[in-house]
């Protein structure tokens, strides 16, 4: 592999060849811009980047001892999570060119931990609604990248960068993953500091990153404090995998559930212990809940820009302010305590007879036109639910275009759950690196 093919290594491939010497941070950016330079007029990932900030910043970790596991990797950060040195402007008419001055407790994680800032990625306005990101499908580009994680997924899809941050209210970042055919993780809520990220609806969004593999899932999950467990006590043959279709399931394309239903038979066929798992009757709120709960939380945290800059805000944000829905506090509280309930009911499934639950990660291959970023139908019971969720490609549906599944696992059992995927990704992905 040339150096100008560098970009296409994944973070985990990188970065061993940097530690080793084969390679350095400035090769690896260099490569990585020149293929932004070449497809993002295309692909439209990205909303700033500064190049020579880039290189300068690349040299410097290449004269620096290796800081950590992310020594040298650029990262793509959408454009709702804060930067010290490039502007975040949430997609939004109303903050064009502002800086906070400081990194988000994410970002700063990862520049403590090696990693150099490539650039912001195009978000949907605020990562709720309203302005989408002109972000496309790098596999057709007349097709949505999914959102509101647009720029970073399509960004690793398309090799512009092996590693990005997203977040996730409803299916913000599981959804793009499945139309991009990326790897990704929405972890437990809260797992990740959330300090320095613009909040949508505070008790959903969740931090999470993409890559190209598990491994590179496992390389940020690691430098955020989310050690790495062993799998060498796993194997396919004692996962007890739990098929669920959910309450949505009537809402399922052809595409993504011939990606379930083969998934579950690779597994079987790999001799994991594969069984249909149907939730409780309770769980058919949850969907409908987190709509609720999306919508009343977003027109709290949208109120400033409301008050301030009425005439810049989209009208659907707007909307939310407004609650133009007429959603009660009634109805608030019912969700809530309707998440409550189910929370620990969901946690106490797994143990002697499940593992880890398989299930759509979107309801099949990305819609054509820009103007829509999918369902998140298949997302937002996991996303309310605050259990950690890993998307896994699946191959690909009859319009060419990638399909995902997702792995689920009960709260706070993110480092278990990329164990097990780690596992069940070459089963599942048979071209997984």
Not at 33 to 40: A, P, V
Not at 235 to 253: A, D, F, H, M, Y
Not at 354 to 370: K, N, Y
């Amino acid at each position: 592999m040339s150096i100008m093919d560098a970009c296409r290594l994944t973070a985990t491939q990188a970065a061993a060849q940097i530690r080793e010497g084969k390679l350095t941070c400035e090769e690896l950016v260099r490569s990585c811009l020149e293929r932004i330079q070449s497809r993002d007029a295309v692909v439209r990932a990205w909303l700033h980047v500064d190049p020579e900030l880039a290189l300068r910043q690349a040299r410097e970790l290449d004269k620096s001892p290796p800081r950590g596991v992310l020594h040298g990797l650029p990262i793509g950060v959408k454009d709702v999570i804060d930067t010290v040195d490039l502007p975040t402007t949430q997609n939004s008419a109303i903050y064009p060119d502002l800086r906070v001055g400081r990194d988000a407790a994410c970002v700063a994680i990862a520049r403590g931990r090696g990693a150099l800032i490539l650039g912001k990625t195009d978000t949907v306005e605020f990562a709720s609604s309203g302005r989408k990101a002109l972000s496309r499908n790098p596999h057709n580009p007349e097709h949505t990248p999914g959102g509101s994680s647009s720029g970073s997924g399509a960004a690793v899809a398309d090799f512009m960068v092996p590693l990005a941050f997203g977040t996730q209210t409803g299916g913000s970042l599981v959804r793009p993953a499945a139309f991009n055919g990326i790897y990704g993780i929405k972890p437990t809520w809260n797992r990740v500091s959330r300090e320095g990220v613009r909040m949508s609806a505070i008790s959903l969004d969740t931090v999470g990153w993409y890559g190209r593999s598990v491994s590179d899932l496992e390389l940020m999950a690691e430098a955020l404090g989310i050690a790495a467990e062993s799998s060498a006590e796993l194997s396919v043959q004692k996962l007890r995998v739990g098929v669920c279709r959910s309450p949505v399931w009537s809402e399922i394309e052809p595409a993504g559930a011939a990606a379930l239903e083969q998934s579950a038979r690779r597994l079987e066929e790999a001799g994991a212990q594969v069984e249909e798992l149907a939730l409780p009757s309770l769980f058919d709120g949850l969907p409908e809940a987190q709509t609720v709960i999306a919508a009343r939380e977003g027109g709290i945290s949208f109120l400033p820009e409301y008050v301030n800059a009425h005439a810049l805000l989209s009208a659907d944000l707007r909307a939310k302010v407004e609650n133009a829905d007429k959603i009660s506090n009634d109805a608030l509280l019912r969700a809530y305590a309707l998440a409550d309930a189910c929370r620990p009911i969901f946690d106490r499934l797994f143990g002697d007879s499940l593992d880890v639950i398989l299930t759509p990660a979107a309801p099949g291959e990305a819609p054509r036109g820009l103007h829509t970023t999918g369902s998140a139908v298949f997302n937002r019971m996991w996303t309310l639910l605050h259990v950690p969720c890993v998307a896994i490609p699946a191959g690909r549906g009859a319009g060419g275009l990638p399909v995902g599944v997702q792995l689920v696992g009960p709260r706070m059992t993110d480092a278990r759950l990329l164990a097990i995927a780690r596992v069940l990704a070459p089963v599942i992905d048979p071209g997984a690196a």
